[in-house]
């Protein structure tokens, strides 16, 4: 079993930030990727950014730039740190832990970047 615990989120104007901090539990293996997803009032759920344990990163076009992953290995745990928002960011993010060909999400957070 594995546990994903997200915090952070809110709501934001235009051109703020925000951090998105998640805490995964279980049964943690050392090799997996933990990131990022979001989803939007009826759009498919989407990458935003992703983290291998080594620290190979990939990111979604429309954050590159502006969102930065990061990862603690020993906690088992991964940062979002997302600057210059959007209105277009606004959405339900998803923290993903992907090991031995299986993936575990978490419960989401809501983000909202609105004037």
């Known amino acids: 079993q594995v546990q994903l615990v997200e915090s952070g989120g809110g709501s934001v104007q235009p051109g703020g930030s925000l951090r998105l901090s998640c805490s995964a539990s279980?049964?943690?293996?050392?090799?997996?990727?933990m990131g990022w997803y979001r989803q939007a009032p009826g759009k498919q759920r989407e990458l935003v950014a992703r983290?291998?344990?080594?620290?190979?990163?990939n990111y979604a076009d429309s954050v590159k730039g502006r969102f930065t992953i990061s990862r603690d290995n020993a906690k088992n745990a991964v940062n979002l740190e997302m600057n210059s928002l959007k209105p277009e960011d606004t959405a339900v993010y998803y923290c993903?832990?992907?090991?031995?060909?299986?993936?575990?999400w978490g419960q989401g957070t809501q983000v909202t970047v609105s004037s």
């Open positions: 993903n832990l992907y090991q031995r060909l299986k993936n575990y």
């Open positions: 279980g049964s943690i293996f050392s090799i997996n990727t």
């Open positions: 983290i291998s344990n080594g620290g190979t990163t």
